[in-house]
Every structure is written in C-alpha cells, then in structure tokens.
C-alpha cells in the first residue's frame, strides 16, 4: 500500500515536472492571419528525418503532428517543416495557440505559442458618442495565457504608427499581458484601426488590429483644390433588379443628367461640375474649397430608401505662394495653407508646417475662420530650395498633407537673361544709329557737288565743303570708337 502511494507520488512529481519544464520552454509570440516558425531547440544536430513536433491538448494529451520528418496532421495544409528542422505554421488561428514539443530521439524540447487577441465592448451597435472599450492580451486555445513573463509591453497605436495620445483616450495596464483601452467614440471612428503591439525588450514581437464599424460612422476623404478626387460608393455587390444607388450632397440628392454622368442639383436644377461613373462612383475633375462637404451614397428601389451604403466627410486642402515681384537681396517666401473642413473642423486637427528633410518649421499661429483652418509660413531666402509641406494632424499624428507648389525661386538665371537682353538691345539700337547717319549723309537734298583737283566736293546747306574721302574717314574713327567702348 506504501508503495503504491510512492509510485503515486512520484507519477505526480513527474507530471509536475513535465508541465514545469513545458512553462521553461521558449515562448513565440503571433497574432491571427500571421505566419509563423516555431524552433525546435534541441539543438539537433543529425538530420530533420528523426525530429517529431506534438501538440499538447488538454489534459496533459498530445496530438502527433510530425513523425520522422514528415508532416502527419496537415492542419487544412498549413504546417510545413523548416530546413532547420522547425515547425512552421501559415494563416495562424487562434486554436494554434498553446504548447508544442519537439523530439529529436534524444531529448525533447519546449515551445508556447501565444497569440495577440483584441476584444471590444460592446461589440455591435456602435454609434457615435458610445463608449467603447477594447481589451488587449495574450491568448492560447484554451483561453487567456497565464502570465509569467518578464520584459514584454503591451501599447496601442495609431494608425501612423504614434503610440496613442491624447485627453479621449483612457489607458491601463492591469498585467504585462493585459491592456485595456477605454474611449468615446467619434463619427470619424469609422472604419479605424485600433492596433494593440507586443514589444519584448526593445524589439516589436508582434501586432494585432481591431476595426470598428459605426452604424452612423463617415470616412474621411482630403482632397486638393484644382485637382481631381473620386469618392467610391461602396464595396460590396452592385444593385440588384429594380435597385439603384444614388448620391446626394450637404442634404441635396445629386441627378444624372445624361448618359454621360453628367449631374444636377435636384433642388434647383443647375449644372455641377460633378460627375457620376458607371461603377457609381461620384468625380470631381478641379476640385475647390465649395466642394467640401457631407455625401451620401444610398440604395433605393421603387419603395425608397434601402440603406445607406457610404457616408464620407470631404475636406480640401489650398496651398498658395506670395513671391515678391523683383530679387531683393534677401528675398522672402509666404506660403499659406488652408484646410476647409466638411463641418466645423475638430478641435483635436490643427495645421503644421515640415521641411523636405522631416524637420518641423515653425509657422504662425493657426487662424480659424468659419469651417477653414489657416496657416502661415514665411520662407527665408536661405531655405528657399528646400520643399515645405503642410501638415495635417490629429491628436499629434498626421493624417494628410500637401507639398508647397514652389521650391523657391532662383533669380541668378533671371538675372543674366536680363542682361543679355539688354546688351542686344544696345548693339541693334547702335547699328540702326549708324545706318540712319549714313542714310542722312547720302540722301540730303540740300547736297551741292563740285570737283576740286579731280576730287568730288560736298556742300550740304551752306556748310563748308568736304570730300567724302573725309567723311568715310570720319566714320571709320567713329566706329572705330564705338566699337572700342562696345569691346571694353
């Protein structure tokens, strides 16, 4: 009886001892739809024919997945073995996580694959205003992972790839697998990326994202002025039998006027510059700031309204250049950026300037007027050929931009056309100078012609007379001259 208490014992203490040396093992970290490679880490050193992986289930059970080299369990044809012998898995899900061995004969080996998991509350119905919060941790089949780690960090990112900031945004940390996100939803949240992000020491592990769907959500479209902008209907099937999709904007339903997508306005009947394409697509050829605004994208049949199928908020960027009219020695640059939003613009969007070099500028103070936000920069000479953006932002993080349309200006080549110009003007004003003069020479009616010493005598209008040989010796000093001070 004794000795089967002790076998007992230690059939227990090897139990615990197994699933000790399993927590001891090497943990990789993944997240869904991702692919991964988990390390054998025997250490083998004969070939991978010899090498079997397990998976562990519950109950300390073990499913066999690789026996001598070769791939039993297919997993829907997503495992594969690496030339170094490890396991890889493809399209990751999250009954792959949890604990895999690896045996090469002689010694077996360890490894947990854990999974990055987002989970959000509630999780239908979202609307504008709602509170939302989204839980982030480390999962395995079974469940959540025990947490036994040391040197990881879990943080939430923006859709720039900034750690998330800002006075909507309420952030805790209960356990270093745990992370929980609490905000206010906003219109704009529609469609957003909430990404969660794993960091062990100093080394991002991995990623996983949540998208949130607002029943009452709009995306958010920035356009340039005087260039062209489509806004795509939806991304789903095309109407059916008896189904059409219409647009509308600021409240105003958007006719087509003729086959050729040409619209109206239903309201009053005028021309607009828009145009609706066969895939119901609505385009704007040059884009201005009175095209901000508010559109829809709905489904009807003959009995009205269906759904709609888009809502997007269109906002226009402008980005003029005051130059000065003549090169001064220092010359200066004013460049002034306008963003004219659909609606009142945010209070968490504001305008800054950069440099082509990624450094900020610092620009004047942003001026709102009405639904525009105005921004100032002023250029000195000294950066004039360096491109200047403006930036958009959100809670610190951009979300668009717009290059300067000038680089600076250059006048050293202006300069010298200038001067050129000027030179040839000097040498065709000199030439028909000295042709008029000739001209006046040999064509004045007042001229008087005698011989003396068999030599022709000139007498222009009582002046005294002179031999042309004189005169011509006259203009070639004349000439002479000029082309003297032409050389010097």
């Not at 356990?175 to 990404?195: A, G, M, P, Y």
Request: aromatic share 6%; glycine share 8%.
């Amino acid at each position: 009886m004794a000795c089967l208490s002790l076998d007992l014992c230690v059939g227990v203490l090897l139990l615990i001892g197994l699933r000790c040396q399993s927590c001891a093992g090497s943990k990789v970290y993944s997240s869904p739809g991702a692919s991964v490679a988990l390390p054998c880490g025997t250490r083998v050193h004969g070939p991978c024919s010899k090498i079997s992986w397990k998976y562990k289930e519950k109950f300390f059970f073990f499913r066999d997945l690789v026996e001598s080299g070769k791939v039993i369990d297919m997993k829907m044809g997503r495992l594969r073995m690496g030339a170094d012998c490890s396991l890889h898995i493809s399209d990751v899900s999250f009954m792959d996580g949890g604990q895999y061995m690896c045996n090469d004969g002689a010694t077996s080996a360890n490894t947990t694959l854990q999974l990055l998991n987002i989970t959000v509350t509630p999780n239908t119905g979202l609307n504008a205003g709602a509170q939302a919060s989204l839980s982030c941790f480390l999962s395995e089949a079974s469940g959540s992972a025990v947490c036994n780690h040391t040197g990881i960090y879990l943080s939430w990112m923006g859709e720039t790839g900034n750690e998330l900031q800002g006075n909507r945004y309420s952030i805790s940390h209960p356990t270093l697998c745990f992370s929980k996100l609490e905000v206010k939803l906003k219109r704009t949240d529609h469609n957003r990326q909430w990404k969660c992000q794993l960091t062990e020491g100093k080394e991002v592990k991995t990623a996983y994202s949540y998208i949130t769907k607002l029943k009452d959500g709009a995306d958010e479209v920035f356009a340039v002025v005087g260039e062209s902008v489509t806004l795509l209907c939806s991304d789903s099937t095309s109407p059916g039998v008896g189904e059409s999709l219409r647009w509308s904007w600021q409240k105003k339903e958007l006719i087509t006027a003729n086959q050729g997508g040409d619209v109206t306005v239903s309201d009053n009947g005028k021309k607009t510059e828009f145009k609706i394409n066969p895939d119901s697509s609505l385009a704007i050829k040059a884009v201005t700031a009175a095209h901000s605004g508010y559109y829809e994208c709905s489904l009807f049949n003959d009995s009205g309204l269906i759904s709609i199928r888009r809502r997007i908020l269109l906002h226009t960027l402008h980005e003029t250049t005051d130059l000065p009219s003549a090169p001064p020695e220092d010359v200066n640059f004013t460049l002034t950026c306008s963003l004219t939003c659909a609606a009142a613009c945010d209070e968490d969007i504001n305008l800054t300037w950069s440099h082509s070099s990624g450094e900020q500028q610092q620009g004047g103070a942003v001026v709102k007027i009405n639904n525009t936000l105005i921004s100032q920069l002023l250029v000195p000479k000294s950066q004039a050929s360096r491109t200047s953006t403006c930036v958009v932002l959100r809670e610190g993080a951009e979300i668009a931009n717009l290059k300067s349309p000038v680089q600076g200006v250059d006048y050293t080549v202006p300069v010298i056309i200038i001067c050129m110009t000027a030179l040839l003007l000097f040498v065709i004003a000199a030439g028909i100078f000295l042709w008029r003069s000739r001209e006046t020479f040999t064509g004045s009616p007042c001229t008087n012609v005698r011989m003396v010493n068999n030599a022709p005598l000139y007498e222009e209008c009582g002046e005294p007379a002179y031999s042309r040989a004189t005169e011509r010796q006259g203009s070639r000093e004349q000439l002479q001259t000029i082309s003297t001070i032409y050389v010097m």
